[in-house]
């Protein structure tokens, strides 16, 4: 029988195909006690099943180029730390050890009491850890069950189905989109969170917040998972798979419309250009960039070359990585911020710092580089000599003060003396700039655009620290949105203030590509735009739409709204108008 469920849509798009049920956290768990003879052969079964679970996230790793390698690795190496946390693995082996629990169990009982302690934190982005933790042991659950049960489902090999689960770790996501996946549907989560993000970049339609899934969705049930409406039809009628036949047709003539669009200018309705650039970190970024007429390389993300390496990479390395982005890009500019490491981003070099209390406010961006400054002296040689073959800017993340522009300023000087000293080809000039992700930076933007070229917007992390609320954690949604009127006035602080100076601002956050905020961003007086290439034609598409002189106009009456549902209210009216 038909049955519809709401969802919110984290990845617009649609899907028909046969609903399969991920649900570890309610594999059946053997709750009878252990003898004491069945101790010893409990916990071999135990570190069979972690070291199963620490073997997949290498394999994994070891597999992902590119956009998803961006997307996922530094949850894969999150996930690998709480794998090998010295107080996960204790209380686990007390439990079998003293407790007599059976490994399942034991497993269960530990996902339950850390998932409490965090949910019990103050702190919002620790309290968000919550979902690491439940995926992490949820895996391990998963590998304890293929080691007894030959009927569990591997989910590297379904093809053609929709994924239905309490949430999905992006790593998973990854590895089920090479191999089919139609599309996700999560009883919960949030249309921010990383396994959102990384679902649209993947294209792949996801719902979150779809509460009775997993009580009305069953294995094998024909599933259409419309997230163009954000809901999913269990059995759909007739209509439901007309209307799923008429979007694919759509989609088809869609796709043939944008691709036109590849050659031609960035420009709103009333003549302005705009600049349309992309983010990337791999020659499959890049090649992309080129073929969807993007205006540069707004963001080049370097970590990953740290993220992929047990040993710190060479200067020559990073070089050839730098220079063949230049090259690749044709003349066009390159943006390269430096190493962004920190946080939920562990290397396995061991330069990120183990055991801070709060790693999302600790030593992370430019304050780990200035740490190292040997090892970020080896990445600015590098960009020094790659910026030889084009055009190419440097960004420096995580800034909160003058004083380590001043800094980077001086690393870069004092390489570039050595390498005059070498003999070795220089730029004439080398654009710096600072991307404003902390509070602190875009109050005080004033002072520290006198010691930088440009800025960048990073609003993931800026709107996170500016509303002290997690984008992963769906229990924050009422808090977390783009259009929450204290973020709104800080991005038009930070934009005014690159005008007044004469200085080029950017942004490079997920709403950057996001259609629903261009409207927004040009109303705030936003000219330069980078995001993942796929959404460049989108972008330029959506552009083309508004009348950027009337946007300007409203943008007042948007920075004194006091809710983001006034916000989104005048939004929605002032497109229209501009439009």
């Given at each position: ?576 108008a501009a439009a």
């Open positions: 029988m038909r049955h519809l469920l709401p969802g919110t849509i984290a990845a617009r798009g649609m899907a028909l195909g046969r609903a399969r049920l991920v649900q570890p956290s309610r594999y059946a768990v053997d709750t009878r006690p252990l003898a004491d003879e069945e101790i010893e052969g409990e916990l071999e079964n135990l570190h069979r099943a972690l070291d199963m679970a620490r073997q997949e996230l290498r394999d994994l790793r070891g597999k992902l180029q590119g956009a998803l390698a961006r997307e996922v690795n530094e949850f894969i190496d999150a996930h690998s730390l709480l794998l090998d946390d010295a107080e996960l693995l204790r209380g686990l082996d007390e439990l079998v050890r003293v407790g007599h629990y059976r490994a399942g169990a034991a497993l269960k009982k530990q996902r339950e009491k850390l998932s409490a302690m965090f949910e019990a934190m103050d702190d919002p982005y620790l309290r968000s850890r919550k979902e690491d933790v439940e995926q992490v042991i949820n895996r391990v659950i998963a590998a304890l069950q293929r080691q007894t049960s030959p009927e569990e489902r591997k989910l590297a090999a379904r093809v053609g189905e929709i994924l239905i689960a309490d949430s999905i770790a992006p790593a998973d996501m990854a590895q089920l989109a090479g191999n089919g996946l139609l599309g996700v549907v999560a009883s919960s989560g949030s249309a921010y969170s990383h396994s959102a993000i990384l679902a649209r970049s993947l294209g792949l339609p996801m719902l979150v917040g779809t509460r009775d899934a997993l009580s009305h969705i069953h294995d094998d049930d024909l599933l259409l998972l419309d997230a163009e409406r954000g809901e999913a039809v269990v059995h759909p009628a007739a209509q439901d798979l007309a209307r799923y036949r008429a979007w694919q047709r759509e989609a088809v003539i869609e796709g043939r419309r944008l691709a036109l669009l590849a050659n031609a200018p960035t420009r709103t309705r009333d003549g302005l250009d705009i600049r349309l650039l992309a983010n990337a970190e791999s020659p499959a970024d890049v090649a992309l960039a080129r073929t969807r007429g993007a205006d540069g390389v707004g963001l080049y993300r370097t970590e990953f070359l740290f993220l992929r390496h047990k040993d710190l990479p060479s200067e020559d390395e990073q070089f050839i990585a730098y220079r063949d982005l230049v090259l690749g890009m044709g003349g066009l500019p390159v943006t390269i911020r430096t190493l962004d490491l920190g946080a939920d981003k562990a290397d396995a070099a061991g330069l990120v710092m183990q055991g801070e209390e709060n790693p999302a406010l600790g030593v992370r961006g430019v304050r780990l580089s200035l740490r190292y400054p040997a090892v970020f002296s080896t990445q600015i040689r590098a960009i020094l000599r790659a910026a030889c073959y084009g055009p190419v800017r440097v960004l420096v993340p995580m800034v909160t003060q003058p004083d380590e522009l001043i800094a980077v300023r001086t690393l870069f000087k004092l390489a570039r003396q050595e390498l005059k000293r070498e003999n070795i080809d220089l730029p004439e000039k080398l654009p710096l700039g600072a991307m404003i992700e902390v509070p602190a930076a875009a109050i005080n933007v004033r002072a520290l655009i006198e010691h930088a070229d440009f800025l960048a917007i990073g609003t993931n992390d800026l709107a996170q620290y500016v509303l002290a609320a997690d984008r992963g954690n769906d229990a924050l949604d009422n808090i977390y949105s783009p259009l929450q009127p204290a973020l709104l006035r800080v991005l038009s602080h930070v934009i005014g203030a690159g005008r007044r100076a004469g200085k080029p601002v950017s942004l490079c956050g997920e709403i950057g590509g996001d259609v629903n905020f261009t409207a927004l961003l040009l109303a705030l007086g936003l000219c330069e735009f980078s995001m993942h290439p796929g959404q460049i034609l989108l972008v330029r598409d959506r552009l083309a739409t508004l009348d950027r002189s009337a946007l300007r106009h409203h943008a007042p009456r948007l920075l004194r709204a006091h809710t983001h549902e006034q916000v989104a209210a005048l939004l929605a009216e002032i497109s229209d």
